[in-house]
């Protein structure tokens, strides 16, 4: 086994480690307070190549590897994670499910001004009534000649007010009621009515939208993939997410982590640093073994990605441990820095705030242990395969 970093992966890191340092890090808990999506942000990474890092070059990307992705959106997420899930839901759920099931027309019209950051993409699966069962959704798609209209309602769409392009699923065969009568749509701005911005506890910094809409018609080239296949661009677009999502939780740790160290490093109290309270060294010594632990989960699921082995039970691993560790290690920072972690004068409650969400979005806790249990069991059943492929 080889745990080191190539030199391009080394180099996108690094890359995204000074311009998160440089251009993010200082504006953050401003953006917070004030709850800004910094769309000027988006338009500099896509000149850096950071907005389709893992988009292959012919289609405008950088060429780069799924592994270089994760460690993009880790460092982006240790600056701010509203920018994490800006860039993760723009890349690995409206960008790459186009690269994967696009037509070749789909491909070269719409991923280039993606992986440039010209558009943004959004992913528009969830809405009122449908959640966790997301293939109960009602939005509906109904014939209309050579194309389709469009009619429902879409709730906590990240991107959709700034998003030029949506990834969104609608019902097509409104004779079944589960997932097998849903198909995915490539729908543009002018499309979507976006009718409320969401107020959260924390990714400030992003944007969290309700879009309806209201009969639209497009022509049966805005389908991508095929009539009925709606929910495997979907579940093959969040298996690939989810590990996209583990790395913003492993980013929101390590942010939490180094502040804590910092301060129990300066802080003193009965004439010591608390840095020498064994209670603060066994905190620290937890909270660095268990981000170790998350970021080896989920460069374990990457790698495997990349690979084009089976990642789906690796990627809902990766975001179980990461996103528990995420919110263990923000909430126990907090305690490190005592009274001064509870103010805004320091970071680690917006680490906190940021981190909760990490077990909800692209699949609950309570559904990544569903996705793992199946995938335990029937890998037991069939005994050797999957296995044998690890
Ligand atoms: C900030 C934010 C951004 C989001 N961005 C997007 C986006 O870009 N696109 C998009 O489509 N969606 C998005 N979502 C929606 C998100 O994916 C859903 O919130 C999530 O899938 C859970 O669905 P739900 O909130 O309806 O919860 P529910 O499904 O109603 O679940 C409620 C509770 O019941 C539990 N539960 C449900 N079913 C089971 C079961 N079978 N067994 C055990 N427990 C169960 C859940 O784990 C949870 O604890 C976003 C949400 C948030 C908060």
């Keep these: 086994m080889d745990f080191a970093l190539n030199d391009e992966q080394r180099g996108i890191q690094e890359l995204a480690r000074e311009v998160a340092e440089a251009e993010i890090v200082p504006h953050a808990a401003a953006w917070d307070r004030e709850h800004r999506f910094p769309v000027e942000l988006y338009a500099r990474l896509g000149e850096l190549g950071l907005m389709g890092v893992c988009v292959p070059e012919e289609l405008g990307g950088a060429g780069a590897d799924f592994l ?61 009534e449908s959640g966790s069962d997301a293939g109960s959704l009602r939005t509906t798609a109904t014939r209309d000649g050579d194309g389709w209209v469009i009619d429902g309602t879409k709730q906590w769409i990240t991107n959709a007010s700034h998003a030029g392009l949506f990834v969104l699923f609608a019902r097509t065969d409104p004779t079944t009621t589960g997932a097998r009568g849903v198909s995915a749509f490539l729908l543009d701005r002018e499309h979507v009515e976006v009718v409320r ?47 996209g999502i583990a790395a913003q939780a492993v980013g929101i740790a390590q942010a939490a982590y180094d502040t804590a160290r910092a301060y129990a490093l300066e802080r003193r109290q009965f004439g010591s640093r608390i840095a020498d309270f064994q209670a603060i060294q066994f905190t620290l010594a937890e909270m660095s073994t268990s981000i170790d632990a998350a970021r080896l989960l989920t460069y374990r699921a990457a790698w495997r990605k990349q690979a084009g082995l089976p990642h789906t039970t690796e990627g809902a691993k990766a975001k179980l441990f990461a996103s528990r560790v995420a919110v263990d290690v923000a909430r126990d920072a907090i305690q490190v820095l005592g009274g001064y972690g509870y103010t805004k004068e320091f970071p680690v409650e917006r680490y906190y705030r940021d981190a909760k969400v990490t077990e909800i979005y692209e699949g609950t806790s309570e559904i990544q242990r569903i996705v793992i249990a199946r995938g335990i069991l029937q890998q037991h059943e069939r005994t050797l395969p999957v296995v044998g492929a690890v």
């Design 68 to 128: 270089s992705y994760v460690l993009v959106l880790e460092e982006l997420s240790r600056a701010d994670a509203g920018v994490g899930v800006t860039v993760a839901v723009h890349t690995s759920a409206a960008t790459l499910p186009i690269v994967a099931f696009g037509s070749g027309e789909q491909r070269g019209r719409l991923v280039p001004p993606l992986a440039r950051g010209e558009l943004l993409g959004a992913f528009a699966l969830t809405e009122p």
């Design 197 to 243: 911005e969401e107020e959260k506890l924390g990714l400030n910094s992003s944007s969290t939208a309700d879009i309806r809409l209201g009969g639209v018609y497009v022509p049966a080239d805005r389908m991508l993939h095929a009539e009925r296949k709606g929910f495997t661009v979907a579940m093959a677009t969040l298996d690939g997410g989810r590990i």
